[in-house]
């Protein structure tokens, strides 16, 4: 599915050129003073985004186990998918593009995802049985769990954030990008080196949002022409129906469209108070909600995969219990880490 839906669409964005404009053209823009501040509406978008993440692990179980309901789980699978580069995608809006001191940028990451990482992937690993001469490998590698992946391909691009900056100005970075995450699905030398994933199959989501900082921090619903944004979800269920199949986070097209939906949209979301400050909650917990979710998703499924109720009750009710669960640990283990961190007031400013 993954190589009869990438090509179609990165040829569908080459030919109109509205999208080959919006992809590939760097946008003229002055860098945004503070990104990196508070925004509820990129809460809101990592809200739901980390709720679909959780969708696709349920998935993940449910297609294993149910063969026979595949083209369910192949479509929550499938409409899913823009969670991950969504969140590529923010990591790269929310970053500043003048950092006055590298030391406090990158000890900022240290507290903010490093730390957490480190913490929960050795209380899962004490857990596991697994012998504690293989935790350094299973950490470095992200293969403690499925999704820790994402850590270590984010950690990457922190690292090499400073090059990037140092190339912005490059008019081809956006294609070049968009170029080596699509070649990078095929040669797999460029996903995994000695089983460590590499960030060349996401660097599009990355420099994407850096690049288009602005647009998105000052968005402007009357520049978008909706009708191609939808003609290309239209395209990529059409691909979904005719060849009904999972897959993985290589969407080059899937995250960057659903993300201008949502911000189109933006003023109906944000109209529904109640819920819209749920999820805004759930965006502020996210990392904790990523790195927690998978084992209880693991452990709720294999307690009810054989209870005697229907599969789509099952698979709901899986969803359901795992998310409130992981949401209730997680906003435990957030506050227990802020009150820990307030013992160190320097390292504390660093978290906010």
Known sequence: MENLSLPILSL??????????????????????????????FDFIKGLAILAVILIHVEYFFVYYFPEHSTFSFFINNVSRFAVPV????????????????????????????????????????????????FLYLIISGNTLVPYYFIIVLIQFYLIYPLLLAVKNNRSLLFISFAVSLISHYIPGLCYVYDIPLFFPFLFFFVYGTKHQNFFIRFDRQKIKLVWWLAGIFLYLLIFFIQPSGYFNHRL???????????????????????????????K??????????PIVQAFFYKLKTAPINF????????????????????????IYKKLLGYFPKTKRLSD
């Open 253 to 283: 097209f899937f995250g960057p469209v659903i993300l201008i939906i949502l911000f189109y949209f933006k003023n109906l979301f944000t109209k529904q108070t109640f819920i819209f400050n749920f999820i805004c909650r759930l965006g």
């Open 285 to 294: 917990i996210s990392l904790w909600i990523f790195l927690i979710h998978f």
């Open 12 to 41: 569908f964005i080459l030919l109109v050129p509205y999208l080959r404009r919006h992809f590939f053209s760097s946008p003229e823009q002055k860098p945004v003073e503070r990104p990196g501040e508070r925004q509820n509406y």
């Open 312 to 335: 789509y009750a099952k698979f709901i009710l899986v969803f359901i219990i795992s998310t409130i669960l992981s949401i209730a640990v997680s906003w435990f283990c957030s506050w």
């Open 87 to 134: 969140f590529f995608i923010c990591s790269g809006i929310l970053l500043q593009q003048n950092i006055p001191n590298w030391k406090t940028f990158y000890w900022r990451k240290i507290v903010r995802i490093l730390i957490p990482y480190l913490f929960v992937s050795l209380m899962i690993l004490s857990a596991s049985g697994k012998a504690p001469a293989d």
